[in-house]
């Protein structure tokens, strides 16, 4: 069915607006039915209607996928015009048209200097991309089990990075396991990814499945950067966006999906500017169309696994053995929830023990009794989110309660709410299960009784270790392994650096010139989005002084 028409999806350009676009592109003639683009295109144009129309449909090609029909005055695209990505959809003309053709380069120049049609572009952007999503339009089909933890890690991968696809679950849709049967998959093998009815995955990587979809452009590993961002949580992509909208030539590293921890989080009531709050995953969304408009280069499932800091520029190694260099360096790798101390934990993860709960895990838990280890925000989140959707939430906390640890907002929804039980004292001693979790035992420290309950899903939100393994000696940090900055670093931190320059280190400078660190990964970081964006924007400021060194 096709989308109905709104005027923020769907606005229409007046003459006016028109005549300013004319300048950055040209006019193109079209017969009836002819293509003007296809899914697996790059960099693909915008396109005003100027006569006749343009029709989107889905990748499947089929008449009845109609997306949207473009009349005079509309224009096609969505976000992936900025990112460079592959189009998920088809445009053709259905009758002779006339059409103002805007290359992908002028369109980012038009977003970067006109703030009214920016705004008109952005926003319906945007708004076409979340609906394509929401319908899972486009060229990708997965075919996975709700039994498979694998199938999560590229259900969460897919839905953060904002790529649509259809699902077919083998345990309950005998059509998924003939489409297997066809390609010779074994049960072993799944999930399994086509991308645009061609290519088969069977069980791939992050990084496999990016490649296939085309989710990055090339990294140029000749150049300089101006700024490497490792790290694509809250201060990483605020770094991003600050340095790019100040004509800093910026890459993001990102190993998994833009938001970090951040974007895991259902929703963030205590963000300025959001009264009624913002999913993490909303607030990353934004936050990557800012970087990409502003010219930043943003990677995905392509990690950091080693910084070469011995010489300049600084280079930094990445998990598939390539490498890029940068002038700076802003470590933004933030911290992983606390694994408990259980033999058997791995065995469950991702098929009962869950470290975030948005969307995808809560359509596992659906009506069933789930367990939060955690008394932060995280967890408070994430009690609250789940409290509307399954039948109980157990919260378990090892201190007397949550007023240290928690926002006050959170523990008065939590004392409210019937379907949430608070648990002080308590914690995880053993869970079992065959193939997946089925049981989980606690211990209250202050009774010291045990409790075994038949319960097939916990969420730990516990703790913080720092990602800072791949620094490897390059930079100083504290005891908890946390990178340290500015008036932490010591006299000894900087003999023991051989700190090269006269003046001190910057407020949120390392043990290296020129590098910082900002967000969950720096020792004394304030665990909080609104602090974590706003290192993000002060470590620009400072990276223009040590630049102009």
Known sequence: MAIEKNEQMFPKLGETEIARLRPFGQERLTEAGEIVFKPGDTNVNLYVVLEGDIEIRSASGKTDDVVVLH??????????????RPSLVIGLTTQPSRLLEIDSANVRRIVQTDSAISEILLRAYMLRHAELV???????????????????RLKGFLSRNGYPYRYLDVDRDTSGQELLDQFGVKPNEIPVLICRARN??????????????????????????????????????????????????????????????????????????????????????????????????????????????????????????????????????????????LENLSRFEGVGIYYGATNVEAQLCQGEEVVIVGGGNSAGQAAVFLSERVRHVHLLVRGPSLSDTMSRYLIRRIEDSPAITLRPFTEITAIEGNGRLQQVCWRDAKTNQTESHAIQHVFLMTGATPNTAWLDGCVALDGKQFVKTGPDLTAEDLAAAQWPVKRSPLLLETSLPRVFAVGDVRSGNVKRVASAVGEGSIAVQLLHRVLAE
Request: aromatic content about 6%.
């Open 134 to 152: 929401a319908r899972g339009w486009g060229d990708l089909l997965m075919v996975g089990s709700n039994y498979s933890a694998d199938t999560l």
């Open 200 to 341: 088969v995955l069977r069980n791939p990587s992050n990084m496999e499945a990016a490649a296939c979809l085309g989710m990055n452009v090339e990294v140029d590993e000749a150049s300089v950067y101006d700024v490497v961002v490792v790290g694509a949580g809250p201060s990483g992509l605020a770094a991003a966006v600050y340095a790019a909208s100040e004509g800093l030539n910026v890459l993001v590293l990102e190993n998994s999906a833009p938001g970090g921890q951040a974007g895991c989080s259902s929703k963030i009531e205590n963000y300025l500017g959001f009264p009624t709050g913002i999913s993490g995953q909303d607030l990353a969304d934004r936050a990557l169309v800012q970087a990409q408009k502003f010219g930043a280069q943003v990677t995905v499932a392509r990690g950091a696994v080693a910084l070469k800091c011995t010489a300049q520029p600084f280079v930094v190694q990445l998990d598939e053995g390539a490498t890029v260099q940068g002038r700076s360096v802003i470590i933004a790798t933030g911290a992983a929830y606390r694994r408990l101390p």
């Open 71 to 84: 009349e005079p005055g509309e224009f096609s695209g969505e976000v992936n015009m900025l990112s460079g």
